[in-house]
Structure formats: structure tokens, C-alpha cells
């Protein structure tokens, strides 16, 4: 497991160049993340890389221990009066190896999630590095759902990625490109129409 800031910055520079020249309009649209339109989205980016593990405790204490009212402080903060401004906020963290107190690879899961939700919205497609993919979905995994991961339905199923070496958990099988099986356990029921087999309904149910 080599370092994982270059693949977290290459993919902080990757969805800049991707958001560069975007219409205002197209910013506002809904992201898939619940709630969260585009611009939403890049503001909340800007600001987690902005994080640092103290700041994120304070931030945290002054949010009265709720983790949605924190993140929705932070997409205030980081949300500029315009989308170029915004973009210019997340343009000049991308280099940052600032992280709140988790394992190093949420940053990257983090990256690719949040990054699937703007893209997927607006109709634009990127290729990740499988070790991106596949450390993103092994760390998710491993994480309890109380904390945004898929821990508990490995119990229930076997993740088979069609693109990669990998294979976790038990029970009925669903198999399909990494990436999506990282986005539909990670909640985003738009990547379960690209996965097949026996465990797929039960998946769904879960999420």
C-alpha cells in the first residue's frame, strides 16, 4: 500500500479540469448526494481538504456532535459567491495533506465518491486508477455504516469486482465493475443497474 496523497491529488486536479468551463447553470443542478446540488458538492471538497484533525474535532463540539450540521457549516464556508470562485477554493487546497481523524485512505474515498456524484450528474465520465478504486472499496468495507461505510453487508454478500482482483465478504454474489460496487455500498443506487447476481435484490434492499 504505497502512499495515497498522489492518488487523492491527481484526482482533486482531474475533476477541477473537469469542472473548468462548466456553465453557472449546470452548477446548481442536483448532485447524487442527497440535498447537495454540484456547486454543493465542490464546496464540501474544498472544505475537507481544508480539514485538519483538530479542526475537525472543534468543528464538530460546535456542531453539537451532529456530523450533517457540521458538513452543511462547511459547504457555507467554502461556497463562494459564484461558481468559478468556488472551483478557485478547491483549485488552490488541491496539494493540501490536511485530513480529519480517519485513515488516510477515506481522503481518497472521499475523492472518488463525491467526485462520481458531481460527474454522474452532469453526464461526464472519468477513468480511475483501479488502485484508487480498489483501495476505496476495500477501506469501505471495512468501515461500519454508522460512519458512512459497508461493513455490515459483506455479511450478506459477496462483492465480486469484474475488473479487478477482488473478492469480499459472503453469501449471494454481485459482481460488476469495482467502482460501481463501491458506489452502491456506499449508498448510491445508480450504480446497482451495472451489477448482476443472486445478491443484488437484497443489496438494494439494504440501501
Not at 470562485?85 to 478547491?90: K, V, W
Not at 467526485?115 to 471495512?142: F, T
Request: hydrophobic letters at 40%.
Amino acid at each position: 500500500m504505497g502512499d495515497v496523497w498522489p492518488l487523492v491529488h491527481t484526482e482533486r486536479r482531474a475533476l477541477i479540469s473537469d469542472l473548468e468551463g462548466l456553465d453557472d447553470e449546470r452548477w446548481e443542478q442536483p448532485s447524487l448526494c442527497a440535498g447537495w446540488t454540484v456547486h454543493d458538492v465542490v464546496a464540501h471538497l474544498a472544505d475537507t481538504a481544508r480539514t485538519t484533525r483538530l479542526g475537525f474535532l472543534l468543528g464538530l463540539a460546535r456542531a453539537r456532535f451532529d456530523f450533517d450540521r457540521q458538513n452543511a457549516r462547511g459547504v457555507e464556508r467554502e461556497r463562494g459567491a459564484s461558481p468559478q470562485e468556488t472551483l478557485e477554493r478547491l483549485r488552490r487546497v488541491a496539494s493540501r495533506r490536511s485530513t480529519p481523524p480517519a485513515p488516510l485512505d477515506s481522503r481518497l474515498v472521499e475523492e472518488i465518491m463525491h467526485g462520481e456524484d458531481i460527474r454522474r450528474a452532469l453526464g461526464l465520465a472519468h477513468s480511475y486508477p483501479e488502485e484508487a478504486v480498489v483501495r476505496s472499496l476495500r477501506l469501505q468495507v471495512r468501515t461500519p455504516a454508522s460512519f458512512g461505510g459497508a461493513e455490515e453487508l459483506v455479511a450478506r454478500a459477496r462483492l465480486t469486482a469484474s475488473d479487478a482482483d477482488v473478492a469480499i465478504g459472503e453469501g449471494p454474489e454481485v459482481s460488476g465493475p469495482a467502482l460501481s460496487l463501491l458506489l452502491a455500498v456506499s449508498g448510491r443506487r445508480v450504480a446497482l443497474d451495472d451489477l448482476g447476481g443472486p445478491g443484488v435484490p437484497a443489496l438494494a434492499a439494504a440501501i
